[in-house]
Antibody, heavy 122, light 109 residues
Framework: EMQLVQSGGGLAQPGGSLRLSCAAS????????MHWVRQAPGRGPEWVSG????????GYADAVKGRFIISRDNAKNSLYLQLNSLRADDSAFYFC???????????????WGQGTTVTVSS | QSVLTQPPSVSGAPGQRVTISCTGS????????VHWYQQFPGTAPKLLIY???NRPSGVPDRFSGSKSGTSASLAITGLQVEDEADYYC??????????FGGGTKLTVL
């Protein structure tokens, strides 16, 4: 069974940092692009960032560009998101996701992590 | 405000057919495939339709998708009580980012 298990997150002060991790199992991790999506309470999902299988293609939403860093370690079957210079409007539930097809960077997200909460407050 | 536009809510009686629209532009839906997700409260979104009209294994054929130009639609036939959920369309933008619709709450009367 394909699975993504997330860790990290929690409470941070404005201007602070957090690191999210996502451990993959049940599929060949280094064949697939991976993305992060967040969802604030009562709102729809918002795409945050994506990374190709080989880390050569990386993209960020304008709202997080210059503050968040996506990375992956294929040897450890893990995806990461470093959140810096956090703001109150970064507070949300964060999901890591797997892209459905190999060789695609922009496609459907077929496996989702359980999500982790990020709360930015003083 | 979301890049892709969906109606906030739709409703239907059990057994009926409902459709949910998703409107974008030439820089997103017009350039990339559309995917649909179903979400129940407190859970992660679940992939319902990918590549405009394809169903992942396990998704009933009561769910179907279509795309024309810069718009897409999700149709649900034979509506069931357990279909009551939030539905989101998703695509990508030529600017290099993912985009989602604002979501549609389906109520089964």
């Amino acid at each position: 069974e394909m699975q993504l298990v997330q860790s990290g997150g929690g409470l941070a002060q404005p201007g602070g940092s957090l690191r999210l991790s996502c451990a993959a199992s049940g599929f060949k991790f280094d064949d697939y692009a991976m993305h992060w999506v967040r969802q604030a309470p009562g709102r729809g999902p918002e795409w945050v960032s994506g990374i190709s299988w080989d880390s050569r293609s990386i993209g960020y939403a304008d709202a997080v560009k210059g503050r968040f860093i996506i990375s992956r370690d294929n040897a450890k079957n893990s995806l990461y998101l470093q959140l810096n210079s956090l703001r109150a409007d970064d507070s949300a539930f964060y999901f890591c996701t797997k892209i459905l097809s190999t060789n695609y960077y922009y496609y459907a997200m077929d496996v989702w992590g359980q999500g982790t909460t990020v709360t930015v407050s003083s | 405000q979301s890049v892709l536009t969906q109606p906030p809510s739709v409703s239907g009686a059990p057994g009926q057919r409902v459709t949910i629209s998703c409107t974008g532009s030439s820089s997103n839906i017009g350039a990339y495939d559309v995917h649909w997700y179903q979400q129940f409260p407190g859970t992660a979104p679940k992939l319902l339709i990918y590549g405009n009209r394809n169903r992942p294994s396990g998704v009933p054929d009561r769910f179907s998708g279509s795309k024309s130009g810069t718009s897409a639609s999700l149709a649900i036939t034979g509506l069931q009580v357990e279909d009551e959920a939030d539905y989101y369309c998703q695509s990508y933008s030529l600017s290099g980012s993912g985009v989602f619709g604002g979501g549609t709450k389906l109520t089964v009367l």
